[in-house]
């Protein structure tokens, strides 16, 4: 019978360690899920002036913290990028009216015939 308490009591143990260690892991695991969260959060308000509403929060709160890694890193790489530059033209150079722009359209056509 003593032989039966002893593995009882060794398997209490062990049973005891397994639950802290699973314990501090999910701490752990649930601890970098806020941390990714309030980073999200933060940086979609810096780039929009908006707050994530709690039900997006919740929905961030059951994803995956790969694809939290990967909303974080595509919040954080939300700025704008420059598409292009701004028009060499000067506004009042721009044709207009129809008759302008027919106008400036045979005025380049005489000029690339000629050659000048």
């Known amino acids: 019978m003593s032989l039966e308490l002893a593995v009882a009591e060794v398997l209490e143990k062990v049973a005891g ?7 501090e892991k999910n701490a752990a695991v649930e601890a970098e ?3 990714l969260i309030t980073a999200i959060r933060e940086k979609v308000s810096a780039s929009t002036g908006l707050d994530i509403s709690e039900d997006v ?17 595509l919040a954080e ?29 045979e005025d380049n056509l005489v000029t690339f015939s000629i050659g000048s």
């Not at 360690?17 to 314990?23: H, L, P, W």
């Open 17 to 23: 360690y397994i639950e802290a260690t699973e314990s």
């Open 77 to 105: 790489s939300s700025d704008s990028e420059i598409l292009g530059e701004p028009s060499s033209r000067n506004g009042a150079n721009v044709p207009l009216s129809i008759d302008e722009q027919v106008k400036l359209a």
């Open 57 to 73: 929060v919740s929905k961030l709160s059951a994803a995956d913290p790969e694809v939290l890694e990967t909303i974080e890193k």
């Open 33 to 35: 899920r806020e941390r």
